[in-house]
């Protein structure tokens, strides 16, 4: 364990900048209960902006595999945070954090949000001057490291997924509707591969729900090389192991439906992104008051590692049913992902 108590906020920000998803829980988790700490002591004051900085600068640790008690933590600090600071009015009609949304590459924050100078240098030259500090801004970047840690627990984000998810749900809507713009095989089997080795939950259930709603098309006589189809296998069978082992807490028609694989692919890319997860929850009546009624299904199931079990489990067979109308892949392993003829 480090002891973090005596280091000064530049000597926090230079630690926080090395915790990643693969940092040792004895190095991320006193940074980040020091910060949450620190930012629980006065969610809506005066330095909010600097802890706010730190918990986001940790938040590919936090996504992934973060000690329980240091994500509990992170995840109260940022919420309360988010409240004390949406508390303060503002009259800027848009934020810097906004426009950073459609740059949130595989979730995980890596740039420079400004929240530590006051400064943001973009390069649109915008230096985003009085509103980087301001509290809307702050308080946007607090919810959205908290939904990337927790999806769908927080609400008030802007509707909209990165414009590259809204290409790539154009381009399967072809596959799925087999009206197809572009090389089918070649669209299937780099999205096979797409997937992270520490993704977010967001990204892994995103994954997980795009295999779902192209397998038909993988497995229906249009795909003539099974390497294809071998990928998808591989591409879920190391997905699923990274599933969490929480328990599912749904009752029996709360888990989505996926019979439709036009609607189940373009929620396989909303769910990648924060602004992405928006736009779907305002499907399920989010910006509306009323929560819908308990028998129907829930946005946040979407991400349930039970329903998300039970739908890879789908995917595989249908899968390797059709892989047995293959000829066997000459002497490779199954998996192995060989060249089309
Ligand atoms: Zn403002
Ligand atoms: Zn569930
Ligand atoms: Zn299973």
Redesign the pocket.
């Known amino acids: 364990m480090i002891d973090t108590t005596h280091l000064t906020v530049d000597q926090l920000a230079d630690a926080w900048q090395h915790i990643h998803d693969t940092s040792p829980a004895d190095e991320a988790d006193p940074l980040v209960l020091e910060c949450a700490g620190r930012l629980a002591s006065d969610p809506g004051g005066e330095q909010a902006h600097v802890w706010v900085a730190g918990l986001v600068a940790m938040s590919g640790y936090l996504a992934w595999r973060p000690g329980k008690a240091a994500e509990q933590a992170a995840l109260n600090a940022l919420r309360d945070a988010a409240t004390a600071l949406d508390g303060q009015s503002c009259s800027h009609d848009d934020h810097p954090y906004e426009a950073e949304m459609d740059s949130l590459e595989d979730e995980i924050w890596t740039g420079d949000n400004g929240l530590l100078t006051g400064e943001l240098v973009s390069p649109a030259g915008d230096t985003g001057a009085g509103r980087v500090l301001c509290p809307g801004n702050v308080a946007g970047w607090a919810r959205l490291a908290t939904d990337m840690i927790a999806p769908f627990t927080v609400r008030s984000i802007p509707a909209g997924a990165p414009k590259y998810h809204h290409s790539s749900i154009r381009m399967l809507s072809g596959v799925v509707n087999d009206y197809p713009y572009d090389d089918p095989q070649e669209l299937l089997a780099d999205e096979a591969v797409c997937l992270p080795d520490r993704p977010t939950r967001g990204l892994l259930a995103g994954f997980l729900v795009t295999m779902n709603a192209t397998c038909w098309y993988a497995a229906s006589e249009r795909i003539t090389d099974r390497s294809v189809l071998d990928s998808m296998v591989k591409g879920i069978q190391a997905a699923?192991p990274l599933l969490g082992d929480e328990p599912c807490v749904h009752g029996p028609r709360e888990h989505p439906d996926t019979n439709d694989p036009d609607y189940a692919n373009r929620i396989g890319y909303l769910l990648r992104s924060p602004g992405g997860r928006a736009e779907l929850a305002e499907d399920y009546g989010w910006d509306e008051e009323e929560q819908a009624d308990d028998e129907e299904e829930r946005v946040e199931a979407w991400v349930c590692s039970a329903f998300l079990?039970?739908l890879?489990?789908k995917t595989l067979e249908v899968l390797t049913d059709a892989l047995q109308s293959f000829e066997p892949a000459g002497g490779d392993e199954p998996g192995g992902g060989g060249e089309p003829e």
């Open positions: 699923v079990h039970e890879a489990d």
